[in-house]
């Protein structure tokens, strides 16, 4: 058989392992949907009693646009809009470098339909402008329909693009952008793989796929002699390889009894070779819960550098969560609740409902709110303080005991 160089490539490429999708994402091209070498086309729109204006400077390679913007004082927005046709692919993401000295103020960036009418968006609330340049990415999946007569549905066309800056904290100031940039990707699926867990030591028959079974009776067991094991440091590493590259959200770590790690990192690669560290911090066994929000990896790699006796490491289980776990730190916590025992975290992550009453004076400008297990609200939108009692080396929360309320002398709205 004689194949032609092209074919050559394409059966090169399925030979190692590169899968049709990914050859048909190869032949799609990033569009540049904007390298702003000239701001024209661009409008500003700016509400009542807000400024905005619209310039070329200096980009992140090039020239680049200049948004000079002032709340004077007050709120409402800035956008900054442009007429640009999309089609949009299966799956995609939609990319663009910022910065700029701005006070925190909501980003948002919208993509209207051909009737104007219909907008989908994302809202990026109290976005944090640098000086450094930024590179933002927006995925399908983050891209919401925000309103119009349609009433939702999946984006396929937009006409223009709206970049709009709303004020949270107001104020004024100046905010760079460049290399807008629509890049097709493939498509999400369900993992269905087999994936392959490896270690740099295990004991007898606890192996490394012992980790990843969905047993947690059966462990992976490094050797006790692994490493230094001064004051408990010892070097080990847990690696585990999808076999192809998919979106997590994060794991979790299920201990063995004993011996555990105290300080360990976790680590992603695409490649098995070029590593980033991911999470690093202290462990006390038991469960550790590690939120990897938007991460895109074929590799996962445990590096255990400190043991709590000093005798290897032992991991029950290696649990690898979707992208919807730790998609807000609401999200997370959620799951993490999930797996305390009852009373450790707030009723509202477990998704029970408590009920609230107001503090404060009547008329006040500021108010806080208690509700029927002693948490206080300390303002609109603010911090809560929930009550815990550490007693005899044990914590009890509203779920070990009987919790009454009361008002003053029975009637004066002041609540215990």
Do not use: C
């Not at 004991?203 to 990843?212: D, E």
């Not at 959620?334 to 025992?341: E, L, S």
Request: charged share 20%; proline share 5%.
């Amino acid at each position: 058989m004689v194949l032609t160089f092209g074919a050559r490539v394409f059966a090169a490429l399925v030979a190692v392992g590169v899968s049709m999708p990914m050859l048909a994402l190869a032949a799609q091209s990033p569009r540049i949907l904007d390298d702003f070498s000239s701001v024209a086309g661009w409008t500003a729109h700016p509400s009542d009693g807000t400024e905005l204006r619209i310039s070329s400077d200096s980009g992140f390679r090039g020239r680049g646009m200049r948004l000079d913007f002032d709340f004077r004082g007050g709120g409402g927005y800035v956008i900054a809009r442009k007429e640009i046709p999309i089609r949009f692919p299966e799956n995609y993401e939609i990319t663009f470098r910022i910065r700029g000295p701005a006070p925190m103020n909501n980003l948002e960036f919208k993509l209207v339909d051909a009737s104007g009418d219909n907008v989908w968006w994302v809202n990026r609330r109290n976005f944090e402008f640098t000086l450094a340049w930024n590179r933002v990415t927006l995925r399908k999946r983050h891209i919401t329909f925000a309103w119009g007569p349609s009433g939702g549905g999946e984006l396929r066309e937009s006409a223009a693009i709206e970049i709009a800056i709303t004020a949270g904290t107001g104020g004024k100031g100046t905010v760079w952008i460049d290399d807008l940039v629509l890049q097709p990707r493939e498509p999400v699926t369900e993992y269905t793989g087999t994936p392959v867990a490896r270690a740099a030591t295990a004991v007898g028959g606890n192996t490394a796929q012992k980790a990843i079974d969905g047993d947690t009776s059966t462990t992976w067991r490094s050797h006790p002699a692994g490493g230094p094991a001064r004051s408990g440091r010892q070097a080990s590493t847990l690696s585990v390889d999808f076999l192809q590259v998919r979106e997590i959200g994060g794991l979790t770590i299920r201990w063995g009894h004993e011996d555990y790690a105290i300080s360990y990192e976790v680590q992603t690669s695409l490649d098995g070779r070029t590593w980033r560290t991911a999470y690093g911090g202290d462990g006390n066994g038991g469960l550790d819960h590690n939120s990897l929000p938007e991460v895109e990896t074929r590799h996962i790699r445990l590096r255990l550098s400190r043991s709590s006796r000093g005798r290897g490491y032992e991991v029950a289980e290696i649990e690898v969560h979707p992208i919807e776990w730790s998609a807000t730190p609401n999200d997370f916590f959620t799951a993490v609740a999930r797996d305390a025992p009852r009373g450790s975290y707030p009723k509202y992550l477990g998704g029970v409902q408590s009920y609230w009453t107001i503090i404060g004076v009547s008329g006040d400008s500021r108010e806080a709110m208690i509700n029927e297990e002693g948490m206080i609200e300390t303002g609109k939108a603010q911090f809560s303080i929930e009550p815990f009692l550490y007693l005899n080396d044990s914590l009890l929360t509203w779920n070990d005991v009987t919790v009454t309320q009361s008002l003053e002398r029975g009637d004066i709205p002041i609540p215990s």
